[in-house]
């Protein structure tokens, strides 16, 4: 029973209960049941199961309730509704909030079965396209790349064909438009699914320690090395290695990151001996590397390496036919702190302000503002008061724009980057979290747009 399939079984009905435990039991599953909600839900957090089966009515706690928090608790169990109380109007609240499938009672015992085969038949299908996205399951985890433009059409039908090969990937972006999603997706449709997927950040570490990150080190090779320590490759073993923003390491390292490619074998800090590895590389970057390799700033050999297949992501502001999709996607996210007021409508003004906006920070600014909406809103539609001062005031000075004043979306970005530098006292930090983008894509606008810091 140890790699069988993990079922909950939530019911108050002790004969139904125990009736489907001996079925399930006898068909091979490892089966926990509880008589009441509260209980259902202190098993399911302390181990993880792949279906649960809930009533509909239960003393104190709700089916539909069960269901909302069983989302917080473990996002990745499929829970199906079972009911004496059938009605089109039950399933399709049960279903809009987050139940895979219902039943009615009294039910026979291969109804129970072949729901179960379904969805384990769902859970190991490699998931496609669909109208609204792309959707796969990492990590167990179910996710989703938002967009039905033609260029995120095109972009799903890359990742299916480059998956299945070990060649490495390159994704390109600006900050935001979710690279390291994309890198998660490839994994994901890969062999390699079921082995790690170790991602480094190439911009958090300092150069002295980066090396010994990634290829580890062996007792006594440098004062503070107490002892051996495997590195960030050797634990990405079998699986997938995905350098995010690469273009921010020394050419030192990435000497070593090419040597480590191309021989399949790293060797740890202070030790002669050599060790292989087998990884696929995935690297990001919102770099143009071509400019970086021309500067010298970048390796060209190490360059041509990782770009066998190169991934390039819109900005935002180049597929505003998606904004409505990940508006609603977002929504429903961060619906989930306002059960008793959710927001379920958007003000046909905020709608057109997020169709002119420039979007400097892509995907994550507008899920930022979506989420700052979700606290601040009042009310159970968004409106524009809800939204950060920095887009209240471009959506002004876009409107002086419409009566005549001639300014262009890149004059009123630079104008509100400077305003809400401004005040926020000149602090980086703290004013590129306002405006949804990292500090390097604030410093970069910075520099294009002339703009002076204390």
Same mark, same amino acid.
């Given at each position: ?20 435990? !001996? ?7 490892? +089966?926990?049941?509880? %008589? =009441?909600?509260?209980? *259902?839900?202190? &098993?399911? #957090? ?113 990742? !299916? ?7 490495? +990937?390159?994704?390109? %972006? =600006?900050?935001?438009? *979710?690279?390291? &999603?994309? #890198? ?271």
């Amino acid at each position: 029973m140890e790699n069988a399939v993990k079922i909950l079984i939530v019911d108050d009905e002790e004969l139904l209960r125990e009736g489907c435990r !001996r079925l399930l039991d006898m068909s091979g599953y490892d +089966v926990k049941t509880a %008589g =009441e909600a509260e209980s *259902g839900l202190r &098993l399911a #957090a302390a181990e993880v199961f792949e279906i649960a089966f809930v009533d509909f009515r239960m003393p104190g706690m709700s089916g539909i309730d069960f269901i909302r928090r069983m989302q917080e608790i473990s996002p990745s169990t499929d829970v199906v509704m079972m009911t004496g109380y059938a009605s089109i109007e039950m399933a399709v609240e049960a279903m809009k909030n987050g139940a895979r499938d219902y039943v009615a009672k009294p039910f026979e015992a291969e109804q129970i079965l072949e729901i179960v085969r379904k969805l384990l038949q769902h859970r190991q299908a490699p998931k496609v396209a669909d109208s609204a996205g792309f959707a796969f399951t990492f990590n167990d985890r179910p996710m989703q790349i938002i967009g039905a433009g033609s260029r995120m059409q095109e972009l799903y039908a890359l990742i !299916r064909k480059v998956a299945p090969t070990d060649s490495t +990937v390159l994704v390109q %972006g =600006e900050s935001g438009t *979710g690279k390291e &999603l994309v #890198a998660k997706a490839v994994h994901a449709f890969s062999p390699r699914k079921h082995k790690p997927f170790f991602a480094m950040d190439c911009g958090s570490l300092v150069e002295s320690l980066f090396e010994s990150e990634l290829f580890g080190h062996v007792r006594g090779s440098f004062t503070g090395a107490t002892a051996t320590k495997h590195g960030a490759f050797e634990l990405a073993q079998g699986g997938t290695f995905f350098f995010d923003e690469i273009g921010n390491i020394s050419l030192n390292v990435q000497a070593k990151i090419l040597r480590a490619i191309q021989e399949r074998e790293i060797r740890r800090v202070g030790s002669s001996q050599t060790i292989p590895v087998d990884v696929r590389v995935i690297a990001a970057t919102n770099l143009d590397l071509k400019d970086a390799v021309s500067g010298g700033q970048f390796r060209e050999d190490l360059y041509y390496r990782i770009s066998v297949i190169p991934i390039v992501l819109p900005p935002l502001r180049e597929r505003l036919e998606d904004i409505e999709l990940l508006m609603d996607h977002f929504i429903q996210k961060h619906n989930k702190r306002r059960r008793h007021n959710p927001i379920g409508k958007v003000a046909e003004p905020v709608r057109e302000l997020f169709q002119r906006y420039s979007w400097p920070g892509n995907i994550r600014e507008l899920e930022n503002m979506i989420e700052r909406a979700a606290v601040i809103e009042e009310s159970s539609e968004l409106t524009l008061q809800s939204l950060p001062p920095h887009i209240q005031f471009f959506n002004e000075r876009a409107g002086e724009k419409n009566s005549g004043a001639p300014l262009s979306l890149a004059e009123v970005e630079k104008e509100h980057i400077h305003k809400i530098l401004q005040e926020e006292e000149y602090n980086i930090s703290r004013a590129a979290r306002c405006l949804g983008i990292d500090r390097k894509t604030l410093y970069d606008k910075i520099r294009r747009y002339g703009l002076s810091l204390p």
